[in-house]
């Protein structure tokens, strides 16, 4: 049976070019910060992005993790948009391992006002926790890959820096932020102390995330990593592709993005579902259906397609390198025929 894995870009697969130098990758021990590849890798990335350093790190969770951990101290509070996947999807984290409270805030498509998160801070009082920082998202994930206006997002961390916040970019997908926007990765993260992204989604590496911010922070972000189990020795294996990633696939994220699109205006068109073209503003559609999204999905399994349930009645479809355009036309086949009961 022919399959279209459209349930996340996490499922993408290592390109020939990736093996290859995976395979000859030259390595040392990373702890020891002795692994040429890794120390390529970090270096690199941190150009990209604008920012002094950074770290390798195995997922965009632990990149996540490792950054609350270093900007707080036990007992602060953070705050979150209450759609971040900091918040939804990393297993209690921020209680469990650096003890904050994660103050969630309602965002519109996942952007939060300056007006809001000023409100939000905590004045100094015997009763209250200390606020100290701000995690934003871009692209937002829940709200179906949407890109922060980049306008918005240097307003709101303005507002953060002003009221004494660090702040934290969970840039997973940034790359589909900076291609869908036609502004720089770097001018996008530019306002943030820290930002984390991932080489293992939509730019294909089998695995591996990067936090990048000022150089005396990542040295104390590494310190974070070591502590969750995230120093990896002969890391240099899974870093070689990791640069691969960033020189040869961010440019081609536009494709992606035409196909969600595609995708989109073809299935506003099919009875009984609910989306809006205009909101897909990178490679994620969301789709809303009348009944279980959990029973839709496991419909459209059973025919090839493969998609995520998000919500009770909202189902995530999510386009990729794997994913051609004809794979498009074919999903759109099957999930027309799921959703007329066929
Ligand atoms: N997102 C995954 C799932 O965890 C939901 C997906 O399929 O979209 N930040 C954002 C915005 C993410 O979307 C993800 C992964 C992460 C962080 C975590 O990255 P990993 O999976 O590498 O830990």
Redesign the pocket.
Known sequence: MRVVDL????VTRPTEEMRRAMARAEVGDDVYGEDPTVNALEELAASMIGKEAAVFVP????G?QAAVLTHTARGDEIIVEADA??YW??AGGPALLASVQVRPLAGRRGVLSPEAVRAAVRPPDVHFPRTSLLCL?N???RAGGAVWPPAELEAVTAAAHEAGLAVHL?G??IFNAAVASGVAAARLAAGADSV?F?L??GLAAPVG?ILAGARDWIERARKARKVLGGGMRQAGVIAAAGIVALRTMVDRLAEDHANARRLAEGLAEVKGLEVDPRQVDTNMVMVGVRDSAAEFCRQLAERGVMA?AMDARRVRL?THKDVSGDDVDYALRVIAAVAGGG
């Open positions: 349930r996340s870009d996490t997922s965009g969770t632990m996540n996947h900091i999807y990393e998202e692209t937002h994930n969970d997973a997908r984390m991932c293992s989604k995330s995520g999510v």
